[in-house]
């Protein structure tokens, strides 16, 4: 593969990394029963007038499957804590104990588990569409290459090998789905 090929080749396999990265990302907002610090990702806390990271207003953890544990760094701040918990609409009813707030995880029913399920597809089938997109604009750039002097077979060379990777990067999305699938609906 020439130069040009190989960096064609490259930007498509990074493009589809990112793919990846952002769908095992999604993955982990999807709660599949087991109480998890990640669950309150992307809660953001009015913390003295600015908008911060939950993360970083307070200590978060798991003592159990079926509850998390919020702490916060500075006490007086648990009351917006609480709010921006309530706000996030994630269905937790946070309890706070004056300390600390405490979030009992209910367990899923079924329905909901299947609703889980659906939103997990859902983003699966985004990534495959990123990863096609990623070969398309691979496969253009492999045609523009040729009309400016690549010679035929090494951009049908480079095509199939976009090809091959992507079938990769898509058998790689089903097995994560199918992992995920099984972590929410196995009780």
Do not use: W
């Not at 990123?130 to 480079?158: Q, S």
């Amino acid at each position: 593969m020439t130069d040009d090929a190989q960096l064609c080749f490259d930007e498509a396999e990074e493009k589809m990394d990112h793919a990846i990265e952002h769908l095992k990302k999604e993955f982990q907002k999807i709660r599949a029963g087991k109480a998890s610090p990640s669950m309150l990702q992307g809660v953001r806390v009015d913390y003295y007038g600015v908008s911060t990271p939950i993360e970083q207003t307070a200590n978060i953890n798991t003592p159990d499957a079926r509850q998390i544990i919020v702490q916060p760094f500075d006490k007086s701040t648990i009351h917006e804590i609480e709010k921006a918990i309530l706000n996030a609409n994630l269905g937790f009813n946070p309890q706070n104990e004056g300390e600390i707030l405490r979030i009992n995880v209910p367990p899923l029913t079924e329905e909901r588990r299947r609703e889980l399920a659906k939103q997990a597809k859902t983003a699966a089938e985004d990534t495959k569409i990123g990863v096609r997109n990623a070969r398309r604009h691979a496969n253009d750039e492999a045609k523009k290459m040729e009309k400016e002097g690549l010679p035929e077979d090494d951009a049908k060379h480079l095509m199939a090998e976009i090809q091959k990777l992507t079938d990769k990067y898509i058998a790689r999305i089903d097995e994560l789905l199918e992992l995920k699938e099984q972590d929410i609906l196995t009780v």
